[in-house]
């Protein structure tokens, strides 16, 4: 079942490069272990297919969007009764009701949603609200965290293994001055957090966290940390925010809050809500969220926010998600793949730790013991990392990676994802190992 690495493609990301800045549509699409993007021509269930028609196994889905597989039926009709209704956007429906309705039902955090397009928007839009209502700005995150591409977020710690140090752009083209206003704090770093808190609590309109860091390969957070977050928060009137947007429908219907009963002031989601199909939302605390136009005066509209195809396929999405038992399969499933992986890794005496959650993973090379921190996370073995995800790329098992550098992306598995197809992946993964054993 061995195929080629996709060889044809060099020549597209060449003339790419003419014409698409860098090559690409968005950084993360390029593979930066293929040196080029992972060019695909469909997907369907658990695969998706290159250019030549080579079949591979999806461990990316869609960077998580895809939760029920590619080219899910239900998914597919819903979108089709949206073109069918003639493409209308900027309109409110009938759907985007009963959307919302869904969401309040089974999201903790929902009493009410406001829909947008990206997940990016919808974080920003969070911390504008919690701005507005506490008459504060600074937010405190914690390293390493993504949320998305706007300013406040590409801010990093200049060195997230040191107690203290001062804030710096993440990449180029943020103005360091918009530094002051962030915060930045370990995750599962309990001491630093009551120490940032006695020093800035009363100064703070926002704490943002990822529930389980998904975007470091899976650091879930330790006991008692999420309500230690919720209870300073609450008692120094500071916005608790939740970005679900990789967690939500993840490990459970409700997301991390559901999980774990820490409930935030706002919450967004994105990514799984509709498999695929632009989407993002924000929910929350009535209070907070009529601080939203028109109502209130916190700026939020958009021509595409909420467009009905997304909307229809988010319907869709969460009605096969709210079925009997799903959750508990994709648990039971997850808990299976993810001991197998680990051990196929040990039986081959490599140094990687397997950690998952629901249905996101992360595999962090170089490492055995547990990762509880981003600094654990970042001494990932991007060398070992690479000749295991072209091994693999090689035997129809594609696994993305988002960066040559720093902790190890998050991969996935969808609800269409069979045993079979874990059987097979797992094999794949043993002959991997076996040639990385034999220093290939
Ligand atoms: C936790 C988290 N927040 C925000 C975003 C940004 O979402 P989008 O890519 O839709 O803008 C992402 C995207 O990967 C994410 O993982």
Same mark, same amino acid.
């Given at each position: 079942?061995?195929? *080629?690495?996709?060889?044809?493609?060099?020549?597209?990301?060449?003339?790419?490069?003419?014409?698409?800045?860098?090559?690409?549509?968005?950084?993360?699409?390029?593979?930066?272990?293929?040196?080029? *993007?992972?060019?695909?021509?469909?997907?369907?269930?658990?695969?998706?297919?290159?250019?030549?028609?080579?079949?591979?196994?999806?461990? #990316?889905?869609?960077?998580?969007?895809?939760?029920?597989?590619?080219?899910?039926?239900?998914?597919?009709?819903?979108?089709l009764r949206g073109l069918e209704a003639g493409i209308i956007a900027?309109?409110?429906?009938?759907?985007?009701?009963?959307?919302?309705? =869904?969401? +309040?039902?089974?999201?903790?955090?929902?009493?009410?949603?406001?829909?947008?397009?990206?997940?990016?928007?919808?974080?920003?839009?969070?911390?504008?609200?919690?701005?507005?209502?506490?008459?504060?700005?600074?937010?405190?995150?914690?390293?390493?965290?993504?949320?998305?591409?706007?300013?406040?977020?590409?801010?990093?710690?200049?060195?997230?293994?040191?107690?203290?140090?001062? $804030?710096?752009?993440?990449?180029?083209?943020?103005?360091?001055?918009?530094?002051?206003?962030? =915060?930045?704090?370990?995750?599962?770093?309990?001491?630093?957090?009551?120490?940032?808190?006695?020093?800035?609590?009363?100064?703070?309109?926002?704490?943002?966290?990822?529930?389980?860091?998904? #975007?470091?390969?899976?650091?879930?957070?330790?006991?008692?940390?999420?309500?230690?977050?919720?209870?300073?928060?609450?008692? #120094?009137?500071?916005?608790?925010?939740?970005?679900?947007?990789?967690?939500?429908?993840?490990?459970?219907?409700?997301?991390?809050?559901?999980?774990?009963? =820490?409930?935030?002031?706002?919450?967004?989601?994105?990514?799984?809500?509709?498999?695929?199909?632009?989407?993002?939302?924000?929910?929350?605390?009535?209070?907070?969220?009529?601080?939203?136009?028109?109502?209130?005066?916190?700026?939020?509209?958009?021509?595409?926010?909420?467009?009905?195809?997304?909307?229809?396929?988010?319907?869709?999405?969460?009605?096969?998600?709210?079925?009997?038992? $799903?959750?508990?399969?994709?648990?039971?499933?997850?808990?299976?793949?993810?001991?197998?992986?680990q051990a196929v890794f040990d039986r081959h005496g490599l140094p990687?730790?397997?950690?998952?959650?629901?249905?996101?993973?992360?595999?962090?090379?170089?490492?055995?013991?547990?990762?509880?921190?981003?600094?654990?996370?970042?001494?990932?073995?991007?060398?070992?990392?690479?000749?295991?995800?072209?091994? +693999?790329?090689?035997?129809?098992?594609?696994?993305?990676?988002?960066?040559?550098?720093?902790?190890?992306?998050?991969?996935?598995?969808?609800?269409?994802?069979?045993?079979?197809?874990?059987?097979?992946?797992?094999?794949?993964?043993?002959? =991997?190992?076996?040639?990385?054993?034999?220093?290939?």
């Open positions: 079942m061995s195929r *080629p690495v996709v060889s044809h493609t060099e020549g597209l990301f060449v003339q790419a490069q003419q014409v698409l800045a860098s090559g690409v549509s968005a950084s993360m699409r390029m593979h930066p272990y293929l040196g080029r *993007p992972f060019y695909l021509s469909r997907g369907d269930g658990p695969h998706v297919y290159d250019l030549a028609g080579g079949r591979y196994l999806d461990f #990316n889905l869609s960077n998580g969007a895809a939760i029920l597989g590619h080219r899910h039926p239900a998914v597919e009709q819903a979108v900027a309109a409110e429906t009938p759907f985007h009701e009963e959307l919302a309705a =869904v969401l +309040c039902e089974i999201i903790p955090a929902a009493e009410r949603v406001r829909f947008a397009s990206v997940g990016s928007e919808v974080t920003l839009v969070a911390i504008r609200i919690a701005r507005h209502a506490t008459g504060r700005t600074k937010i405190l995150k914690f390293d390493g965290h993504f949320h998305g591409l706007v300013e406040p977020f590409l801010l990093k710690r200049e060195d997230p293994t040191a107690q203290r140090s001062g $804030v710096v752009p993440s990449s180029g083209g943020v103005p360091t001055s918009l530094s002051g206003d962030v =915060v930045m704090v370990p995750w599962n770093d309990a001491e630093a957090f009551e120490r940032a808190i006695a020093g800035h609590g009363t100064g703070l309109a926002a704490v943002i966290c990822e529930p389980i860091h998904f #975007n470091a390969g899976c650091i879930p957070p330790t006991p008692g940390f999420l309500e230690l977050l919720r209870q300073r928060t609450t008692e #120094n009137g500071v916005v608790l925010i939740f970005d679900e947007i990789l967690s939500g429908f993840r490990t459970a219907l409700g997301g991390v809050q559901e999980q774990t009963g =820490v409930v935030p002031d706002l919450c967004t989601l994105a990514k799984a809500l509709a498999n695929g199909m632009p989407l993002s939302a924000l929910v929350g605390r009535a209070d907070l969220m009529e601080h939203l136009a028109p109502t209130g005066p916190v700026a939020h509209s958009g021509t595409y926010s909420g467009h009905l195809l997304s909307v229809l396929a988010a319907l869709a999405t969460v009605a096969e998600l709210r079925k009997p038992g $799903v959750y508990d399969r994709l648990n039971e499933a997850a808990a299976a793949f993810y001991q197998d992986l990687v730790r397997v950690q998952g959650m629901g249905a996101r993973f992360g595999l962090h090379f170089g490492r055995r013991a547990p990762v509880r921190t981003y600094a654990d996370a970042l001494g990932h073995d991007h060398e070992l990392n690479m000749r295991f995800a072209l091994g +693999c790329i090689e035997r129809g098992v594609y696994f993305h990676a988002y960066s040559r550098q720093g902790p190890p992306g998050h991969a996935g598995f969808s609800l269409a994802h069979t045993p079979k197809d874990f059987a097979e992946t797992l094999d794949v993964v043993d002959a =991997v190992a076996t040639d990385l054993g034999r220093g290939g």
